[in-house]
């Protein structure tokens, strides 16, 4: 859906998308802004898992639900399965070290306030566009996955379009 802008003459003019020169960029952005887009609070970047990937964006959202977040540049038809395997790997995981993780970067009293949904985590994947496989496939995984288009436009225009609501 295009994007328009009002001109001071009651016009309206289209907004161009302009392309995104990395996937970096689209993370830091995010992850800048976590709980002002997606109400999160952040936790770490590119964390480590011991199965040898590495999670973009690891949060939790406002009822202590872990969220792992995954962005891709453009469509890529792995971006389900890498993070379907990041949750595998945080559910072998002991609750504690997801605990200790809220505390250190949110400090005790939010730890408080927030708790943690050990057994409700959730995954985000951000990105350009999905195949009509990925939204097909997140109704027959019983994860908590969301698949979230973005768009940069001209004007500093940035818009994030959930395309399942859950």
Not at 108 to 124: A, C, F, H, M, S
Not at 136 to 147: C, G, K, N
Request: glycine share 4%.
């Amino acid at each position: 859906m295009p994007v328009f802008k009002t001109t001071s003459s009651d016009q309206l003019k289209k907004l161009n998308v302009l392309p995104l020169s990395k996937e970096r960029d689209l993370q830091r952005l995010i992850e800048k802004n976590l709980l002002e887009t997606l109400g999160l609070q952040f936790l770490a970047t590119e964390y480590t898992t011991t199965s040898g990937g590495r999670i973009d964006t690891l949060a939790v959202d406002s009822d202590g639900a872990p969220v792992i977040i995954e962005y891709k540049k453009n469509r890529n038809d792995a971006v389900i399965n890498q993070a379907l395997s990041y949750v595998k790997w945080l559910k072998t995981q002991k609750s504690e070290f997801f605990q200790k993780l809220m505390i250190d970067k949110l400090g005790q009293k939010t730890y408080d306030e927030i708790g943690l949904d050990w057994k409700n985590p959730r995954v985000i994947c951000i990105a350009e566009a999905f195949s009509r496989f990925d939204i097909d496939t997140i109704h027959f995984v019983s994860a908590r996955i969301e698949l979230i288009r973005y768009r940069i436009y001209e004007d500093g225009i940035f818009t994030l379009e959930p395309l399942n609501v859950l």
